[in-house]
């Protein structure tokens, strides 16, 4: 079946503007997770989903990064006024409960000029 | 505050041999431990895992070993293809809830 998939693929926006991040997890699965890849450094967790709602949104960074999951699955990361050190891979991954193992999208490369 | 530290940021073996990667934590909380792997413009596959009441789990050519006291974990690989060049991350948990705390990674290069 398909895996999780992430759109777009690549995003180039300028200082300031409004981005936002798709995530498609795996049918089924009701956990679903956003996470932070900057260059050089490991996936750092931003924020968890239990069905429609955040359980865990610790890794925010600040009030810019938000996200929702209106209907428990497609999930989207918004963030507002871009700033030049938001550039990063942000990845998505989904699991078939909180308990198991997470499925990883290929990511969508965000980069703020 | 980095509570998961991979040192070495590359390794190189030859095909045939043993790759050792090897990770270190800080957070005595942890009881799971994961490894990933990831290729170019893919994301990370989940590769092995262990629980901290094991201190050993072998799958195929992949072998975790945990050292609680030392809190220190190494991903053994052998032999080494060259189909297992990739980045490979060290990453825990606690508690069965997957907020994973990733480290930085190590760039594995198996020379033909």
């Known amino acids: 079946g398909a895996g999780v998939s992430q759109t777009p693929s690549n995003k180039v926006t300028e200082k300031g503007k409004y981005v936002e991040l798709r995530c498609d997890p795996i049918s089924g699965h009701t956990a679903l997770y956003w996470y932070r890849q900057s260059l050089g450094q490991g996936p750092e967790f931003l924020i968890y989903?239990?069905?429609?709602?955040?359980?865990?949104d610790s890794g925010l960074p600040n009030d810019r990064f938000f996200a929702v999951r209106p209907e428990g699955s497609v999930s989207t990361l918004k963030i507002q006024r871009t700033e030049r050190g938001d550039s990063a891979v942000y990845l998505c991954?989904?699991?078939?409960?909180?308990?198991?193992?997470?499925?990883f999208g290929p990511g969508t490369r965000l980069t703020v000029l | 505050d980095q509570q998961v530290k991979q040192n070495s940021p590359s390794l190189s073996v030859q095909e045939g041999r043993i790759s050792i990667l090897n990770c270190d934590y800080t957070n005595s909380m942890f009881d799971y431990f994961l490894w990933y792997k990831k290729y170019p413009a893919e994301g990370p596959t989940f590769l092995i895992s262990i629980s901290s009441i094991k201190d050993k789990n072998e799958d195929g050519r992949f072998t975790v070993f945990l050292n609680k006291s030392a809190k220190h974990l190494s991903l053994h690989i052998v032999p080494s293809q060259p189909g297992d060049s990739a980045v490979y991350f060290c990453?825990?948990?606690?508690?069965?809830?997957?907020?994973?705390?990733f480290g930085t990674g190590t760039k594995l290069q198996v020379i033909p």
């Open positions: 990453a825990a948990n606690t508690g069965g809830y997957q907020k994973v705390t």
């Open positions: 989903f239990q069905g429609t709602g955040a359980a865990d």
């Open positions: 991954a989904s699991s078939l409960t909180s308990n198991n193992e997470q499925f």
